[in-house]
């Protein structure tokens, strides 16, 4: 009889032990920056959901991506995603507003972070807690280089939004493109692709003509990195406007840097491919 007794005083003790570690790990990862995580990457792989209903009606809904982890050749690794993007916007903004000029709040969730949360630390998060990024724009009536548009980019941490930077799209003749700025409004980089690709000429939805490459530089003009625009399948890319966009981050670039690079590629997709009724409607000023 004591030493069924000892046995199970045993087994309490190891209980006790592994809830101890459990909580422990809960705290680590509660913990742990999602700022930190964005760092840690080499690449991420940016998918938009497909919207059926849109694509079958024409009623605009709210943009919806999820990021994951690439390697340093832009392919999405095989992991579940860091992080859920979701647009919160109008619907009159929607129905009356293309998308280059839509003023929208993008709040960035770490509901789909699994590789780095335990399954208790999401159990446990409202909604509201599990935003880490907001990327704002308000409208702007922008007219050739006057009052371009502009998407404020800020990190949430215990409920604070702390600035990180902002992107702007300056005036193009014919390119098209963004500047990342700091917090202190330095240029960081300049991400431009050229016209004279087959995305702009021609409407065939085949995943080759879908493709749209652009240059990461830096202020002297260096190409530090490369962001490519994919499409779906011949289907989707028809009737739909949902895209991919695989990133590949400069080296030795800052968390802070990464996440502005995440915030100017889904500046990219609202500026030139959220509409596209048209070849032209990609290309030339806002």
């Known amino acids: ?34 700022l930190d ?26 943009n919806v991506y999820k990021v994951y982890a690439a390697d340093d050749q832009g392919k999405k690794k095989k992991q579940k995603a860091l992080f859920k993007c979701k647009e919160k916007s109008s619907t009159c903004a929607r129905i009356c507003l293309p998308g280059n000029a839509r003023p929208f709040e993008m709040k960035i969730s770490n509901y789909g972070c699994k590789d780095f949360q335990p399954a208790m630390a999401k159990m446990f998060m409202k909604d509201d807690k599990r935003v880490v990024f907001k990327f704002k724009r308000e409208y702007q009536c922008t007219f050739l280089c006057f009052n371009r548009p502009r998407l404020e980019v800020l990190y949430v941490e215990n409920d604070v939004n702390k600035k990180l930077g902002t992107i702007v799209n300056p005036w193009y003749f014919c390119n098209i493109g963004c500047q990342v700025l700091d917090i202190n409004d330095n240029l960081r980089y300049i991400v431009e692709a050229s016209c004279c ?46 895209d991919n966009f695989s990133l590949i981050f400069p080296k030795g670039a800052s968390k802070e840097d990464k996440a502005l690079l995440l915030a100017v590629t889904l500046m990219m997709d609202y500026m030139y491919f959220e509409d596209k009724q048209g070849a032209s409607a990609s290309v030339g000023p806002a």
């Open 37 to 62: 995580i964005m760092g840690q990457q080499d690449g991420i792989f940016i998918k938009q959901k497909f919207e059926l209903f849109e694509a079958l009606t024409g009623f605009e809904t709210p």
């Open 1 to 34: 009889m004591q030493a069924a007794f000892n046995q199970v005083g045993n087994l309490g003790q190891a209980v006790l032990v592994q809830m101890n570690e459990q909580a422990q790990n809960l705290i680590q990862a509660m913990s742990s920056s999602c």
């Open 197 to 242: 690709q087959t995305y702009f000429w021609c409407r065939c939805p085949c995943n080759s003509c879908n493709k749209v490459e652009f240059v990461i530089k830096v202020p002297n003009g260096e190409v530090v990195a490369h962001l490519m625009k994919k499409g779906k399948d011949c289907c989707k890319n028809m009737i739909g406007d949902a």
